[in-house]
């Protein structure tokens, strides 16, 4: 059964502390995998797609990586406005659903 | 350009009646999927649109349905509404259906029954 897996649930970072999150991921074929923030009371937003392995993509702060089996959410030197809930989803070949995993909570203190 | 809207923001409805939730793609987009996200949660999918036809459908039961209109907005409808039904309900829209293009997601609505 297709799966997506984030850790941690959550993270707390100061200011400047850069970390990483980790999207670990089950499926048949991988299509594309897919990286989101959300805030608080608000849809999802659309940050990187990764198509296949040792691909990276890069935003501002933000840099994700992949590989044949998981996901690198990283974050560098990260401001409070970074703070959000950051999801990963995948779809898989054959199919048309996209699955999500959980989430990881952000708190950046100042 | 407007992003995915939809409507209404705020529901609050009773057990076992039914609710219509309204979502219109961003323009030129003729995909729509629906999510239903539950505190703490990832969104969890419900259907797909294409061209006005169902493409997948994910583990929910019959009590919820959808369809996609020839202007590509789309109606989620769901029946008997129990208290576990209670979620943020997410639309987003894509170019296309089934491929790998990134979906656009709008705010949602969040339905509370009571």
């Known amino acids: 059964e297709d799966q997506v897996t984030q850790s941690p649930e959550a993270l707390r970072l100061q200011e400047g502390e850069s970390s990483s999150l980790n999207c670990s991921y089950t499926?048949?074929?991988?299509?594309?995998l897919f990286w989101y923030r959300q805030d608080p009371g608000k849809g999802p937003e659309f940050l990187f797609t990764l198509y296949s392995a040792g691909e990276e993509k890069e935003k501002e702060r933000l840099k994700a990586t992949l590989t044949k089996k998981e996901s690198f959410l990283h974050i560098t030197a990260p401001k409070p406005e970074d703070s959000a809930t950051y999801l990963c989803a995948v779809q898989a070949t054959g199919g048309f659903k996209t699955i999500f995993g959980a989430g990881t909570r952000l708190f950046v203190k100042a | 350009d407007a992003g995915v809207t939809q409507s209404p923001t705020h529901l609050i409805k009773t057990r076992g009646q039914h609710v219509t939730l309204r979502c219109s793609p961003i323009?030129?987009?003729?995909?729509v999927s629906w999510y239903q996200q539950v505190l703490g949660q990832g969104p969890q999918f419900i259907f797909q649109y294409y061209e006005k036809e169902e493409r997948g459908r994910g583990n929910f039961p019959d009590r919820f349905s959808a369809r996609q209109f020839p202007n590509y907005s789309s109606e989620l409808n769901v029946n008997a509404l129990l208290l576990g039904d209670s979620a943020l309900y997410l639309c987003?829209?894509?170019?296309?259906?089934?491929?790998?293009?990134?979906?656009?997601f709008g705010d949602g609505t969040r339905l509370s029954i009571l």
């Open positions: 499926v048949s074929g991988l299509r594309g």
């Open positions: 987003a829209s894509s170019l296309q259906g089934g491929s790998n293009q990134p979906q656009h």
């Open positions: 323009s030129g987009h003729k995909s």
